[in-house]
């Protein structure tokens, strides 16, 4: 099962997300952009998901692991970081995690206490 599976089973558990695209899939809640995956993204050849973050986090998780995280180009500075998925040991609960920290953030209260 290769990342961009693994990314569209974790949101069938989020009510109302969606993911559509092509080479870079959005994921969405309500028409809010929660996370992009990306393939090749500006030539890096990298394949990462990009998700939103509690303010702060992303600036530390870059520092801290910067060969599985990183700021991305334009939206870091909305909290977003980066996950790098094509490295070894990806731990799929720590994605999952993230995805829903990021539904959370984004999606209608409403919504977001459905999954707590």
């Given at each position: 099962m290769d990342?961009?599976?693994r990314v569209m089973r974790i949101c069938r558990d989020l009510p109302e997300c969606l993911?559509?695209?092509?080479?870079?899939?959005t994921v969405r809640v309500r028409?809010?952009?929660?996370?992009?995956?990306t393939v090749n993204e500006h030539g890096d050849g990298r394949t990462a998901l990009t998700v939103r973050a509690q303010?702060?986090?992303?600036?530390l998780l870059a520092t801290s692991e910067p060969e599985r995280y990183f700021l991305?180009?334009?939206v870091a500075r909305y909290g977003y970081v980066g996950i790098y998925l094509d490295v070894?040991?990806?731990?799929?609960?720590?994605?999952a995690d993230f995805l829903f920290d990021a539904y959370r953030l984004v999606a209608p209260k409403s919504l977001a206490r459905t999954i707590d």
């Amino acid at each position: 099962m290769d990342s961009l599976d693994r990314v569209m089973r974790i949101c069938r558990d989020l009510p109302e997300c969606l993911v559509e695209g092509d080479q870079h899939h959005t994921v969405r809640v309500r028409g809010k952009t929660m996370a992009w995956h990306t393939v090749n993204e500006h030539g890096d050849g990298r394949t990462a998901l990009t998700v939103r973050a509690q303010a702060g986090e992303n600036e530390l998780l870059a520092t801290s692991e910067p060969e599985r995280y990183f700021l991305p180009r334009y939206v870091a500075r909305y909290g977003y970081v980066g996950i790098y998925l094509d490295v070894a040991d990806i731990d799929w609960d720590e994605i999952a995690d993230f995805l829903f920290d990021a539904y959370r953030l984004v999606a209608p209260k409403s919504l977001a206490r459905t999954i707590d």
